[in-house]
Nanobody
């Protein structure tokens, strides 16, 4: 069982930045971020391979969000820049046993990001 704990969410204004962190009990997984906005389905945001050498982004966040990881700290990050009100959601960290395709094995509890206009 892998434990994932997200942190870093909060209430910000449009145009601001946030950095989300995901502390894992085991870093031997590809890591992904998803989000669920109010009244919507959960959607993929970004993912990073175990080595950090490969990343992928949803088109809605590409160029604004950056995923990274520090395996020594067993932590993945999601830098959120130029935030928009439509980025408001609960952001979830996930661990995947494979890279392509992602196969999510574990989920974090989520952290709320609220962007005011």
């Amino acid at each position: 069982q892998v434990q994932l704990v997200e942190s870093g969410g909060g209430l910000v204004q449009a145009g601001d930045s946030l950095r989300l962190s995901c502390a894992a009990s085991d870093s031997n997984y590809a890591m992904a971020w998803f989000r669920r906005a109010p009244g919507k389905e959960r959607e993929f945001v970004s993912a990073i391979s175990w080595s950090g050498g490969s990343t992928t982004y949803a088109s809605s966040v590409k160029g604004r969000f950056t995923v990274s990881r520090d395996n020594a700290k067993k932590t993945a990050y999601l830098q959120l820049n130029s935030l928009k009100p439509e980025d408001t959601a609960v952001y979830y960290c996930a661990a995947s046993s494979s890279w392509s395709p992602l196969e999510i094995n574990y989920w974090g509890q989520g952290t709320q990001v609220t962007v005011s206009s």
